[in-house]
């Protein structure tokens, strides 16, 4: 265990120093913040002046040495727009992306599992080829026009005017058939504070209300690649051994499914969703502009266009250890669900 952690701790070591040397390589492609913080007004003197004091005259290797230097002390500079250091400008919107990855994770946890193990078990029904033919375009379907989707059916709503308007049963048809829409698809409503930088949409109702559609649009990344992993994960297992056994001895099939096969079915599952937990937080930035949701997302994408360097460096190396992190856990719950699967990858 202890070997284990030292090697992720190097590993981790190198995601970040790769991360910052790649942040500093593409400095010179996101423009000069200077003009952006003097405006159009300043003069060359002014502007000099500025480029001097925030270090950017000078040679690219001089300015990463300075900010490694820096780094080591957890000191990832000062944010060139919000004047105030990076890593607490990150820290005021990274809990609106992580509750949103939170709530997406667990909607997709919710439907992908019965979805799954329904069309492994029944596979000639209607509902599970419909399920499974739907999984196959959600995963070809981009996320923006899934929210553009999601916008356009719950919060705008949709009038539908299929049969005749002058007769009972066809204006009572179209009604059933509509949407009024009334979701809120705009912003993060009015969270509530929790603690310090944390203010959480998860207190109030009108809270999840704000997050219910950025959270749907970004499950619908996982939802279909989860629902066609479990199906055929589960499939395999149904066919193996210990379950003909299992049924030979005349246990309950629910006992069977949900017991014996759930449990060895969720193995590649819990490997895959690390990987995609980390995903998420790149989709997030599609999600939060469609959404305008103020997360680390869309502030990342504010920093680009506005080249503040600090902050979009600090934003990667934030995001990488996020990655390393999330990979080490579920290296771990690897471990706890398979005990003959040691942390070094060789069966015990």
């Given at each position: 265990?202890?070997?284990?952690?030292?090697?992720?701790?190097?590993?981790?070591?190198?995601?970040?120093?790769?991360?910052?040397?790649?942040?500093?390589?593409?400095?010179?492609?996101?423009?000069?913040?200077?003009?952006?913080?003097?405006?159009?007004?300043?003069t060359?003197?002014?502007?000099?002046?500025?480029?001097?004091?925030?270090?950017?005259?000078?040679?690219?290797?001089?300015?990463?040495?300075?900010?490694?230097?820096?780094?080591?002390?957890l000191?990832?500079?000062?944010?060139?727009?919000?004047h105030?250091?990076?890593?607490?400008?990150?820290?005021?919107?990274?809990?609106?992306?992580?509750?949103?990855?939170?709530?997406?994770?667990?909607?997709?946890?919710?439907?992908?599992?019965p979805?799954?193990?329904?069309?492994?078990?029944?596979?000639?029904?209607?509902?599970?080829?419909?399920?499974?033919g739907?999984?196959?375009?959600?995963?070809?379907?981009?996320?923006?026009?899934?929210?553009?989707?999601?916008?356009?059916?719950?919060?705008?709503?949709?009038?539908?005017?299929l049969?005749?308007?002058?007769?009972?049963?066809g204006?009572?048809?179209?009604q059933?058939?509509?949407?009024?829409?009334?979701?809120?698809?705009?912003?993060?409503?009015?969270?509530?504070?929790?603690w310090?930088?944390?203010?959480?949409?998860?207190?109030?109702?009108?809270?999840?209300l704000?997050?219910l559609?950025?959270?749907?649009?970004?499950?619908?990344?996982?939802?279909?690649?989860?629902?066609?992993?479990?199906?055929?994960?589960?499939?395999?297992?149904?066919?193996?051994?210990?379950?003909?056994?299992?049924?030979?001895?005349?246990?309950?099939?629910?006992?069977?499914?949900?017991?014996?096969?759930?449990?060895?079915?969720?193995?590649?599952?819990?490997?895959?969703?690390?990987?995609?937990?980390?995903?998420?937080?790149?989709?997030?930035?599609l999600?939060?502009?469609?959404?305008?949701?103020?997360?680390?997302?869309?502030?990342?994408?504010?920093?680009?266009?506005?080249?503040?360097m600090?902050?979009?460096?600090?934003?990667?190396?934030?995001?990488?250890?996020?990655?390393?992190?999330?990979?080490?856990?579920?290296?771990?719950l690897?471990?706890?669900?398979?005990?003959?699967?040691?942390?070094?990858?060789?069966?015990?």
């Amino acid at each position: 265990m202890i070997f284990f952690l030292m090697r992720r701790l190097l590993q981790a070591v190198a995601v970040m120093f790769v991360i910052s040397v790649i942040g500093f390589a593409v400095q010179g492609g996101l423009g000069d913040p200077v003009p952006q913080m003097l405006g159009p007004t300043a003069t060359d003197a002014e502007s000099a002046a500025l480029r001097h004091s925030l270090g950017l005259d000078r040679p690219l290797w001089m300015q990463y040495l300075h900010f490694a230097g820096n780094a080591v002390k957890l000191n990832f500079g000062d944010s060139y727009f919000f004047h105030e250091p990076a890593l607490d400008v990150i820290a005021r919107y990274l809990p609106a992306t992580l509750e949103l990855v939170a709530a997406s994770a667990v909607i997709t946890l919710l439907l992908s599992v019965p979805m799954g193990i329904f069309c492994a078990i029944r596979p000639r029904s209607w509902l599970s080829r419909g399920l499974m033919g739907l999984s196959l375009i959600g995963i070809s379907v981009p996320i923006f026009l899934t929210a553009m989707v999601l916008i356009q059916l719950f919060s705008i709503g949709v009038q539908v005017t299929l049969f005749p308007m002058d007769t009972g049963w066809g204006q009572w048809l179209n009604q059933l058939l509509s949407i009024d829409g009334g979701m809120p698809a705009y912003g993060r409503g009015n969270p509530i504070h929790v603690w310090g930088v944390w203010y959480t949409n998860f207190a109030s109702w009108q809270g999840l209300l704000y997050l219910l559609l950025p959270a749907l649009s970004l499950a619908f990344v996982m939802l279909p690649l989860f629902v066609r992993l479990i199906h055929a994960e589960m499939v395999e297992v149904l066919e193996s051994d210990y379950v003909k056994y299992a049924r030979a001895r005349g246990l309950r099939p629910s006992r069977i499914y949900f017991l014996h096969a759930l449990k060895n079915t969720l193995l590649p599952v819990v490997t895959l969703g690390g990987v995609q937990i980390g995903t998420l937080v790149a989709y997030t930035l599609l999600t939060e502009t469609v959404f305008q949701w103020p997360g680390a997302g869309l502030m990342f994408l504010d920093a680009i266009e506005r080249a503040d360097m600090p902050l979009v460096v600090a934003y990667l190396m934030v995001v990488g250890l996020m990655f390393v992190v999330t990979n080490t856990l579920v290296d771990l719950l690897y471990r706890v669900l398979n005990p003959r699967v040691t942390l070094s990858g060789r069966s015990a």
